[in-house]
């Protein structure tokens, strides 16, 4: 799948900082605030290196931020495996690195504390839930977020903005006055299909998603002063 350009319509946050505040942010995980989705794509490299094969560039870009399903078909088709092999084999060797440290990407921690501070927080992630809660535990994400949501919680995932509309119910808010965070093309999509404002903070390489506010790193100067001039609304 493909991601052609996306015309944005006027945000709040085409200004910077917004004058703006949400009521409700939902975050994305992995490639976010965990440094887990390069972890992910190296070992799906390494599993295509050892069969001989390779993804074109066209091909990673489309499939990052997907969930573990649709990276693993794709996988198997090109190496023509058994999916429920590669999947077996793949998600095993995951699986094996998640709980031992997770390491957050810079200014993650603290953004989510200062926001779990003022406002109520969701976390929004195409993983499963065993690995999800596991990835959230580790870090030390679960003690600070109200809810989360996995792929088992929704009918569709990212792309699909069913994970956005769902954070974005359990918190309390219209979509239209939450905050997404998100990493990846896909990610983003589904955020801005459900309708939330949108920040990106790309993390893999190749990854242009579209938003109305895109900054280099969570470890943001204005963000955190943004942040810091919320209205305490818990």
């Avoid at 390779?54 to 870009?61: E, K, N």
Wanted: aromatic fraction near 6%; glycine fraction near 6%; include cysteine.
């Amino acid at each position: 799948m493909s991601f052609p350009p996306v015309p944005l319509p006027p945000s709040p946050l085409d200004d910077w900082p917004p004058a703006w505040e949400p009521v409700a942010v939902v975050f994305d995980c992995d490639g976010l605030l965990l440094d887990t989705e390069s972890r992910w794509v190296e070992m799906q490299q390494q599993y295509l290196a050892a069969h001989g094969a390779s993804f074109d560039p066209a091909t990673r870009r489309s499939i990052t931020g997907r969930p573990a399903t649709v990276v693993v078909a794709a996988i198997a088709e090109l190496i023509d495996k058994d999916p429920l092999v590669v999947g077996e084999e793949l998600l095993e060797r995951y699986r094996a690195t998640l709980g031992t440290g997770e390491q957050p990407l810079p200014g993650a921690m603290e953004t989510v504390r200062a926001v779990a501070a003022r406002k109520p927080v969701a976390i929004a992630s195409n993983s499963p839930r065993e690995m999800l809660d596991r990835k959230l535990a580790s870090a030390g994400l679960d003690d600070l977020v109200d809810a989360s949501i996995a792929v088992e919680d929704v009918t569709a995932p990212k792309p699909a903005p069913d994970m956005y509309l769902e954070g974005a119910r359990r918190l309390g808010g219209d979509p239209a006055d939450c905050l997404a965070f998100e990493d990846s093309e896909t990610g983003a999509q589904a955020a801005r299909d459900a309708g939330l404002q949108l920040i990106v903070v790309p993390s893999v390489p190749g990854q242009e998603p579209p938003a109305p506010r895109a900054i280099a790193s969570l470890d943001d100067p204005v963000l955190a002063a943004w942040i810091a001039s919320w209205e305490h609304t818990r």
